[in-house]
């Protein structure tokens, strides 16, 4: 590596203010430094052409790899048990990078139905008009996933629980159909989080994730990865270069320092929501409580086969309907009123006024979304706390 040569005495300040001495490897840091750059000192022309030509480069330009964000990567692959990850710049990128990268025109999709929502506009509108057509089918059905496979359908495409109503897949059968029938099977493994639920174990292709969510899990980063198979990183790396959405170096270090504590922080989102999910039940102004942790969610017995645990996600459902669900919302003192999830913090959302506005009541209807459905990321607080909160608000509706 050429020297940084820090010669003083001779330069110009306007030049002494822009040379700085490089930081020399002698020190051995236990956090993962943070690689804050643009670009990298090569030793000769050689070497930057030789780069060019690499897959994933770490020591030439960012945009290619950089080595903050190559270690998020080898973590990332390992907790979900892939050959490979990609880091990128939003969950959506990660899906998108996916799409435009695995898909060609004249492709097909089978989806299912309850995705987050600008996954499911992505998929619909913008690749529409690339000549990518999609098909939504119940995503509790894995027969519905054979019977929607077409001569040139190329992909399944599921996230298991479901937004917002924490409906499950059966990600053993359904990337078994995938195999058999010759398609890719992608997972969006957000609401679950690798400690909760590896589908690459399950026969799954391609996971993805928001890391803005469980696995930074401090609400103070946007940021995706993706998992899979050397070939297919070798693919999509491509697609994400061209595309553009790299993770900064940065948000990628915050994730890292995120992620040191997925593993106590998940226990407790695992123990909370169960405790507040049953302490939902018995409230009068609560018809009903969507957890796949709960032994009356529909599909109990494929949650304890496929989730060592169930994550910090409740749904349930008002008696009072849309105006209720409003009201409660804006009751809450310690529960906070924002969109997102899996962060430390509880958040509470209701989809027909909120994500879900546009919808009239029927239209919620048809897409599985009572019109008093309430939306709640349980975070690590005292979860007695938490029930007092909610119990106060929920008392506020009679
Ligand atoms: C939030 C979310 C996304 C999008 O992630 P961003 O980081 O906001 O781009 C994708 N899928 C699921 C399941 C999500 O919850």
Same mark, same amino acid.
């Given at each position: 590596m050429p020297d940084a040569k820090h010669d003083h005495g001779s330069r110009s300040i306007a030049t002494r203010t822009v040379h700085h001495p490089v930081a020399s490897p002698t020190s051995y840091p236990v956090a993962t430094p943070l690689y804050q750059t643009s670009t990298f000192r090569?030793?000769?022309a050689a070497t930057i052409a030789r780069y060019a030509e690499q897959t994933q480069p770490q020591a030439y330009y960012t945009r290619w790899g950089n080595p903050t964000i190559e270690v998020l990567e080898k973590v990332l692959a390992d907790l979900e048990?892939?050959?490979?990850?990609?880091?990128?710049?939003?969950?959506?990128?990660?899906?998108?990078?996916?799409?435009?990268?695995?898909?060609r025109p004249g492709d097909h999709v089978v989806a299912g139905s309850s995705l987050y929502t600008a996954t499911t506009e =992505?998929?619909?509108?913008?690749?529409?008009?690339?000549?990518?057509?999609?098909? =939504?089918?119940?995503?509790?059905?894995?027969?519905?996933?054979?019977?929607?496979?077409?001569?040139?359908?190329?992909? =399944?495409?599921?996230?298991?629980?479901?937004?917002p109503t924490l409906q499950l897949t059966d990600l053993a059968a359904v990337c078994r159909i995938a195999d058999e029938t010759g398609n890719l099977a992608v997972v969006d493994n957000t609401f679950a989080s690798p400690y909760n639920q590896?589908?690459?174990?399950?026969?799954?292709?391609?996971?993805?994730?928001?890391?803005?969510?469980?696995?930074?899990?401090?609400?103070?980063?946007?940021?995706g990865c993706l998992v899979t198979d050397a070939?297919?990183?070798e693919q999509l790396w491509h697609q994400r270069t061209m595309l553009g959405g790299c993770i900064d170096p940065f948000a990628a270090w915050l994730?890292?320092?995120?992620?040191?504590?997925?593993?106590?922080?998940?226990?407790?989102?695992?123990?909370?929501?169960?405790?507040?999910?049953?302490?939902?039940?018995?409230?009068?102004?609560?018809?009903r409580v969507l957890y796949p942790g709960l032994a009356s969610h529909p599909q109990y017995e494929l949650a304890q086969r496929q989730m060592s645990g169930f994550g910090g996600m409740?749904? =349930?459902?008002?008696?009072?309907?849309?105006?209720?669900?409003?009201?409660?919302?804006?009751?809450?003192r310690l529960v906070v009123l924002a969109v997102s999830l899996g962060g430390v913090e509880t958040l509470i959302e209701h989809p027909a006024s909120m994500s879900h506005a546009p919808l009239s009541d029927e239209q919620l209807r048809r897409a599985g979304i009572p019109p008093g459905l309430i939306r709640l990321?349980?975070?690590?607080?005292?979860?007695?706390?938490?029930?007092?909160?909610?119990?106060q608000a929920l008392d506020r509706l009679s």
């Open positions: 090569v030793a000769d048990g892939g050959q490979k990850c990609l880091a990128l710049a939003s969950g959506m990128a990660a899906v998108t990078t996916t799409l435009l990268g695995l898909l =992505f998929l619909s509108s913008d690749l529409a008009e690339l000549g990518i057509s999609v098909d =939504f089918v119940d995503p509790t059905d894995p027969e519905a996933f054979a019977r929607a496979v077409r001569k040139n359908t190329r992909m =399944f495409y599921v996230e298991t629980p479901t937004n590896t589908p690459l174990a399950l026969g799954a292709d391609v996971v993805i994730h928001s890391v803005t969510k469980y696995l930074s899990g401090h609400t103070d980063v946007i940021g070939e297919t990183a994730v890292l320092r995120g992620v040191k504590t997925l593993a106590v922080r998940m226990q407790r989102h695992n123990d909370n929501a169960l405790a507040v999910a049953e302490a939902l039940r018995s409230h009068p102004a609560v018809s409740i749904a =349930f459902e008002l008696a009072g309907g849309r105006a209720a669900g409003v009201k409660l919302v804006e009751s809450t990321s349980v975070g690590i607080e005292d979860p007695d706390d938490l029930i007092a909160d909610l119990w």
